[in-house]
C-alpha cells in the first residue's frame, strides 16, 4: 500500500506539472466569463470550451485480490472550427493504469490511448447539441495487461440538452479492433451518461459515468453499469479558470471479479 501510495503521489505530481506547463504556455483565461457560465460550458460535451485535465479513479477493495485498482488520466478537449458553421471537437484519453498482482503488489502501466472525434454544428438547435464522428484507440499499452495490441475503430455520437440549470446527454460509442488474432482484441460498448445541475457560485451537482459492454466477454461478465454522484465547483485561481469535482461510484452490473465501487476526481483547466 505505501508503494502504492508513494507511486500515486510522484504520478499526480507529474501530471500537475503537466497542467501547469500547459497553462503557462496557453496564457491566461477570458476574466469576463464568469464561472456559472463556465460551469454550463465544461458540462456541454461539445461546447466548444478548451480543457485540460486530470482524471483519476481509485477502485479500493478488487474482488480475489483484495488490493486497490487505480487510473490516472490525462484528458484533452480541444475544438477546431470547420467553416462557419461547424467545428470538430477533440477529446483525448491518455491512461496510466494500477492492477493488483495477486500477490500483495502492483503492476503499473500505460493503458490505450482513445481518440474521441465529433463534428456539431456552430449553432445549438435550441436546448439540444449533437455532435458525430470516429472513435480511435491507440495501442499505446506498456504491457498486454493495460490494453490491446491492435489499432481500434468506430463510430461515436453525442446528444446533450440544457435548459435553466439543469443538463443532461449521453455519447454512445463501439470500437472494433482492426485485423489480426488474440486474446486483447477489443470490441466494446460505451455509454457515457450526464446529469448535471448548477448551483450559485459555480458550484453544481452531478453524475457521469461510463455504461461499458464487452462482447468479448462471457453474458454473464460483459456488463459494467456504475451509477453515482458527487459534488464540484469552477473556480479561479489568478487569472486561470479551472474546475475541480469529486464523486462515488456504486458497481451495480458489473463482472465477477471487478471492483464494486470507485471514487473518482477531476481537475481540470479551462480555456474560454
Not at 488520466?73 to 477529446?91: N, R
Not at 453524475?207 to 454473464?220: E, H, P, R, Y
Not at 479558470?241 to 479551462?270: E, F, I, K
Amino acid at each position: 500500500m505505501k508503494a502504492t501510495i508513494r507511486f500515486s503521489i510522484r504520478l499526480l505530481s507529474v501530471l500537475a506539472m503537466a497542467l501547469a506547463w500547459i497553462a503557462s504556455a496557453t496564457g491566461q483565461t477570458d476574466a469576463g466569463t464568469s464561472v456559472e457560465e463556465l460551469s454550463k460550458e465544461r458540462q456541454n460535451p461539445v461546447s466548444g470550451l478548451r480543457q485540460v485535465g486530470i482524471d483519476t479513479t481509485v477502485s479500493p477493495d478488487v474482488p480475489v485480490t483484495g488490493g486497490t485498482e487505480a487510473s490516472y488520466s490525462l484528458q484533452i478537449v480541444w475544438p477546431f472550427a470547420l467553416g462557419e458553421d461547424w467545428k470538430l471537437i477533440t477529446y483525448t484519453i491518455l491512461p496510466t493504469i494500477q492492477l493488483p498482482d495477486g500477490a500483495g503488489g502492483y503492476d503499473f502501466g500505460l493503458g490505450d490511448t482513445l481518440l474521441n472525434f465529433f463534428v456539431s454544428p456552430t449553432e445549438p438547435s435550441g436546448n439540444w447539441v449533437w455532435g458525430a464522428g470516429p472513435s480511435v484507440l491507440l495501442p499505446t499499452r506498456s504491457d498486454p495487461l493495460f490494453g490491446s495490441d491492435y489499432l481500434g475503430l468506430g463510430p461515436s455520437a453525442v446528444v446533450y440538452y440544457t435548459k435553466n440549470e439543469w443538463g443532461a446527454g449521453v455519447v454512445l460509442q463501439n470500437v472494433w479492433s482492426l485485423g489480426g488474432q488474440g486474446p486483447n482484441k477489443v470490441n466494446e460498448f460505451g455509454a457515457q451518461y450526464f446529469l448535471n445541475y448548477n448551483l450559485p457560485k459555480g458550484w453544481f451537482l452531478y453524475s457521469n459515468s461510463t455504461v461499458t459492454a464487452d462482447w468479448t466477454a462471457n453474458s454473464g461478465d460483459r456488463w459494467t453499469l456504475p451509477v453515482g454522484g458527487g459534488v464540484g465547483k469552477v473556480f479561479n485561481v489568478g487569472g486561470q479558470s479551472m474546475s475541480a469535482s469529486l464523486q462515488g461510484v456504486a458497481n451495480v452490473v458489473r463482472p465477477a471479479n471487478a471492483p464494486t465501487w470507485a471514487l473518482n476526481l477531476q481537475v481540470s483547466l479551462l480555456f474560454p
